[in-house]
T-cell receptor, first 115, second 110 residues
């Protein structure tokens, strides 16, 4: 298989706090992982590309100081939403790219609600 | 800028009624067109990757095809469990993320 997990599956936090979301590839190593965001009834939008051992690459319009990404190992990437605000409430989904194919396998997503 | 347009936005079929979903794309240097299935509140589930015009892939009741400008996902004799949102996405380079269309919400009525 190609299993990707995320933790937590949902989180509710107060405005101004930080939230960390973990993404793990369980049965393969992933040099590259990606973070996407999906608003209700919208499609997935790429936020950033995470490469093991190097700085993440952010898409235009995504604040790198607000969405901190760390890819410390070949099986783990984390996304930290700093000083969260209600407009950051969304469904955050990670994917892991399995070499040597181009296929990205997605995690189950994390529902973030900021009050 | 890469663009992916899916049609129709929503499709309701009777069980057993075959149909096709369309994905039109504009991308410089296509490095793969992907089909995923997404159930409510879950992450996308990988279905197919297509790389070149004329390529076809099949899995159970689903068949994906690719031309230079569009891809089709054909569903034959669908069952209620095929109800989901089907997403099409394109990729430019080997390490680039995916650009997704808005999806087709498919409902199969028993």
């Amino acid at each position: 298989g190609a299993v990707v997990s995320q933790h937590p599956s949902w989180v509710i936090c107060k405005s101004g706090t930080s939230v960390k979301i973990e993404c793990r590839s369980l049965d393969f190593q992933a040099t590259t992982m990606f973070w996407y965001r999906q608003f209700p009834k919208q499609s997935l939008m790429l936020m950033a590309t995470s490469n093991e051992g190097s700085k993440a690459t952010y898409e235009q319009g995504v604040e790198k100081d607000k969405f901190l990404i760390n890819h410390a190992s070949l099986t783990l990437s984390t996304l930290t939403v700093t000083s969260a605000h209600p407009e950051d409430s969304s469904f955050y989904i990670c994917s892991a790219q399995r070499s040597p194919t181009d296929t990205q396998y997605f995690g189950p997503g994390t529902r973030l609600t900021v009050l | 800028e890469d663009q992916v347009t899916q049609s129709p936005e929503a499709l309701r079929l009777q069980e057993g009624e075959s149909s096709s979903l369309n994905c039109s794309y504009t991308v410089s240097g296509l490095r793969g067109l992907f089909w995923y299935r997404q159930d409510p509140g879950k992450g996308p589930e990988f279905l197919f990757t297509l790389y070149s015009a004329g390529e076809e892939k099949e899995k159970e009741r689903l068949k994906a095809t690719l031309t230079k400008k569009e891809s089709f996902l054909h569903i034959t004799a669908p069952k209620p469990e095929d109800s989901a949102t089907y997403l099409c996405a394109v990729r430019r380079g080997g390490a680039d993320g995916l650009t997704f269309g808005k999806g087709t919400h498919l409902i199969i009525q028993p």
